[in-house]
C-alpha cells in the first residue's frame, strides 16, 4: 500500500497514467472519477527478475548424471538384473557387487567423458580413488575391449561419448565403435556397419559424487 505525506499543509498527490495530468496538490478530484480522493492509484510493478538458482550442470549437458557430480550405477537397457562393471581392470556385467560398480561421467566438451570408476562406499581409500575407462586392443587380433587405467583426461582412449537415445537411455562408444553386449565376448566395443545399435544404457543416480582419496 502506498502512503500518502503531507507536507506543510498541501497534499503531494502522485499523478498514475501517461494521459492525466496533475494541476495541483491543492485541487479535488473531479466528481464520479473511480479513484477515491486522498488515494493514489499507482500502475503494477515489473515482475522481479528470477532468483531461481542456475542449472549446476555444465554447458550443453542437461541430465545431472551426466554432470560429473552425480554417482551412477550402469545398467543395460536390454540385460534383466545385470549391472556395468570394473572388475579385475575390466568391463564386465555383473549379478553381484564385485568390481566397481559406481561411476562418474565426467564431462570433457564435445559430448565427450571420463567415466571414473569407483568401488563400494566402504571408507577404504582405495575404494576412493578412481580408475578410468579406457579402451583396449584397437587395431590387435583380440576384441576392442574396456579396461581401467589411471585416469589421463588428455589420454585420447579414455575419451568417451555418450549419446542419449530418447527414454532415459544412452549409446556409450569411443570413435566409431559402440559399448555392445556379445553373448561369448561380454562387453565389448564394436564397429557397428550397416548393423543395428543392439546395447543402450541406464545411468541410474546413487547420490553426490565422493571427493577422491587423492584430494
Not at 565427450?112 to 579402451?135: F, M, T, V
Not at 561369448?184 to 547420490?207: A, H, K, M, Q, Y
Not at 559424487?209 to 587423492?214: E, H, N, Q
Amino acid at each position: 500500500m502506498l502512503k500518502v505525506k503531507w507536507v506543510a499543509g498541501a497534499a503531494m498527490l502522485v499523478c498514475a497514467g501517461a494521459l492525466v495530468a496533475c494541476e495541483g496538490a491543492a485541487e479535488e478530484a473531479p466528481t464520479g472519477a473511480g479513484t477515491p480522493s486522498g488515494v493514489v492509484e499507482s500502475t503494477p510493478s515489473a515482475a522481479p527478475p528470477s532468483t531461481a538458482a542456475p542449472s549446476s550442470s555444465p554447458p550443453g549437458v542437461s541430465d545431472p548424471v551426466l554432470s560429473g557430480k552425480r554417482e551412477v550405477t550402469i545398467v543395460r537397457v536390454q540385460a534383466s538384473e545385470s549391472g556395468v562393471s570394473l572388475d579385475n581392470s575390466a568391463l564386465v556385467e555383473a549379478d553381484d557387487d564385485s568390481g566397481r560398480q559406481l561411476f562418474v561421467p565426467t564431462p570433457l566438451g564435445g559430448g565427450k567423458y571420463l567415466i571414473k570408476a569407483y568401488g563400494k562406499r566402504d571408507n577404504h581409500p582405495a575404494s576412493d580413488e578412481p580408475a578410468c575407462w579406457q579402451e583396449l586392443n584397437r587395431g590387435g587380433a583380440q576384441a576392442l575391449t574396456v579396461e581401467g587405467a589411471v585416469c589421463d583426461a588428455n589420454n585420447p582412449r579414455q575419451r568417451f561419448t555418450i549419446t542419449a537415445k530418447g527414454e532415459g537411455a544412452y549409446a556409450i562408444s569411443r570413435e566409431s565403435a559402440f559399448l555392445q553386449f556379445s553373448p561369448s565376448r561380454g562387453l565389448i566395443l564394436e564397429e557397428l556397419g550397416d548393423g543395428p545399435l543392439l546395447s543402450t544404457f541406464r545411468f541410474v543416480d546413487n547420490g553426490p559424487a565422493r571427493r577422491p582419496a587423492g584430494g
